[in-house]
């Protein structure tokens, strides 16, 4: 609310400053009571599994695989196709292979599957390109005849030498 009372003196300005932090007072201690409100509710959840899975025999267990699940989406390693493959598996899964399956083995098996994609990394798929690809290109030959003018063998994979001593600082 605006006071439209102009003020006109020192007293009536203090008196203004004063009113005006007591409201602000007011509303801080408002919008704090309210966020702790929030949080309390929020945290209903969270303190509703801890409160089954303490009940549950092998409970932790359930917490552990949970955790792993966390620390694997959030984790500083999780590259881009990390987070591809952590988003596609469940979707493909769901479509092919649990597609009449019950809701328990659906859970657990898309658990286990974001826990196993979380370990993967791009060095780690590069790595397995690599080795396919490696296989696959045909070997170099070694019958190759050499003329006057070539370099031997040992010299033509080498850079060529500008004049300058190979340990040499050139800066």
């Not at 439209?4 to 007591?22: D, F, G, P, W």
Request: charged share 25%.
């Amino acid at each position: 609310m605006k006071n439209t009372h102009k003020i006109s003196n020192l007293q009536e300005l203090k008196e203004e400053i004063a009113r005006v932090e007591q409201l602000k007072f007011e509303q801080e201690t408002y919008l704090l009571s309210q966020y702790d409100l929030l949080k309390l509710k929020m945290g209903a959840p969270r303190r509703f599994f801890n409160a089954i899975t303490s009940a549950i025999p092998g409970g932790n267990l359930v917490k552990g695989l949970v955790s792993s699940v966390g620390k694997a989406t959030k984790g500083e390693d999780a590259d881009w196709l990390t987070r591809a493959l952590q988003l596609g598996a469940p979707l493909l899964l769901n479509s092919t292979l649990l597609r009449n399956s019950g809701w328990l083995k659906k859970a657990l098996v898309l658990l286990a599957s974001e826990t196993a994609v979380g370990q993967v990394n791009q060095s780690k798929v590069s790595g397995i390109i690599n080795k396919v690809t490696g296989f696959i290109r045909p070997k170099k030959r070694k019958g190759r005849k050499r003329k006057e003018g070539d370099l031997p063998p040992a010299m033509e994979d080498e850079t060529p030498d500008f004049g300058l001593p190979p340990n040499s600082e050139t800066y």
